[in-house]
């Protein structure tokens, strides 16, 4: 009696038809490989959530660097609009990896672009990416990456390795400075901004903290010149980086509490 092969379940992830397809039929030749294919963001969430609860969660996903971005015509299009963890959010590749990562995290992603890119590479990997790998790259090199990824190993091509170390580290920089400004704000005023991360107006803001527009504005002001900025989206922006939560809707109508700053899920 043989020893039962252990399968690796993979889900391929590219919006251009023939790729995902040919791709998907040259990893099913390998003896331990079972393979699927979709073709959006929406279709590869729905993959995951089927597999899920039929008890065959997949392994592996591979994910276009590019998808919902470019269309395979070549036409340009937006991300296409899909709930990755509870909301709408747009959903490119990356933005995908981080939806998984925050699902299923089980599941281990690899980007495959058309080029290199340190900044995006970089992106991928704080988006909880275990590689990036040249679409171009032989099919015995993506099938080391796929078993790498298993082992817990993080895949790159050693031409971008500086280039993305690089970025990291600049990353990890902005979101110490981002964290230093938002801590030198009050209570109230970390409360004010987490709803101005959840994209609520003035007027909305007061009716949940119990404050009167004209001091939500000037908690507002206090917010902008603290984190030294000048408009609601650039203050929005630093404090995503600095892991600021938009409010919770589930506490609407009660003052928010308690420090804002998430440091869990930095790269280390």
Same mark, same amino acid.
């Given at each position: 009696?043989?020893?039962?092969?252990?399968?690796?379940?993979?889900?391929?992830?590219? @919006?251009?038809?023939?790729?995902?397809?040919?791709?998907?039929?040259?990893?099913?030749?390998?003896? @331990?490989?079972?393979?699927?294919?979709?073709?959006?963001?929406?279709?590869?969430?729905?993959?995951?959530?089927?597999? /899920?609860?039929?008890?065959?969660?997949?392994?592996?996903?591979?994910?276009?660097?590019?998808?919902?971005?470019?269309?395979?015509?070549? @036409?340009?299009?937006?991300?296409?609009?899909?709930?990755?963890?509870?909301?709408?959010?747009?959903?490119?590749?990356?933005?995908?990896?981080?939806?998984?990562?925050?699902?299923?995290?089980?599941?281990?992603?690899?980007?495959?672009?058309?080029? @290199?890119?340190?900044?995006?590479?970089?992106?991928?990997?704080?988006?909880?990416?275990?590689?990036?790998?040249?679409?171009?790259?032989?099919?015995?090199?993506?099938?080391?990456?796929?078993?790498?990824?298993?082992?817990?190993?993080?895949?790159?091509?050693?031409?971008?390795?500086?280039?993305?170390?690089?970025?990291?580290?600049? /990353?990890?920089?902005?979101?110490?400075?981002?964290?230093?400004?938002?801590?030198?704000?009050?209570?109230?005023?970390?409360?004010?901004?987490?709803?101005?991360?959840?994209?609520?107006?003035?007027?909305?803001?007061?009716?949940?903290?119990?404050?009167?527009?004209?001091?939500?504005?000037?908690?507002?002001?206090?917010?902008?010149?603290?984190?030294?900025?000048?408009?609601?989206?650039?203050?929005?922006?630093?404090?995503?980086? /600095?892991?600021?939560?938009?409010?919770?809707?589930?506490?609407?109508?009660?003052?928010?509490?308690?420090?804002?700053?998430?440091?869990?899920?930095?790269?280390?």
């Amino acid at each position: 009696m043989g020893v039962p092969v252990v399968r690796i379940r993979v889900l391929v992830v590219d @919006d251009h038809r023939i790729f995902a397809e040919s791709l998907a039929a040259a990893l099913a030749a390998e003896p @331990d490989v079972d393979v699927a294919a979709a073709g959006s963001g929406p279709a590869a969430l729905r993959c995951l959530e089927r597999a /899920a609860a039929e008890g065959r969660g997949y392994d592996v996903m591979l994910i276009d660097a590019e998808l919902g971005v470019l269309g395979a015509s070549g @036409d340009r299009r937006a991300p296409v609009p899909v709930s990755v963890d509870g909301a709408g959010a747009r959903v490119d590749g990356i933005s995908l990896v981080a939806g998984v990562r925050s699902g299923r995290p089980s599941v281990r992603t690899v980007v495959l672009a058309e080029k @290199d890119d340190a900044v995006r590479a970089a992106l991928a990997l704080q988006a909880g990416a275990s590689g990036w790998v040249a679409k171009d790259c032989s099919l015995q090199r993506l099938l080391a990456v796929i078993r790498g990824v298993l082992r817990d190993e993080t895949h790159l091509p050693p031409a971008l390795l500086t280039g993305v170390l690089r970025e990291l580290t600049a /990353a990890r920089k902005h979101r110490t400075e981002s964290e230093q400004l938002v801590e030198s704000l009050t209570p109230r005023e970390r409360e004010v901004l987490r709803c101005m991360v959840a994209g609520l107006g003035r007027k909305a803001v007061a009716e949940r903290l119990f404050l009167s527009p004209h001091t939500v504005r000037t908690h507002m002001q206090n917010v902008l010149g603290k984190l030294g900025v000048h408009s609601t989206l650039a203050a929005v922006a630093l404090a995503r980086r /600095a892991g600021v939560g938009p409010a919770d809707p589930a506490s609407a109508g009660r003052p928010l509490a308690g420090n804002v700053v998430e440091r869990g899920g930095q790269l280390a």
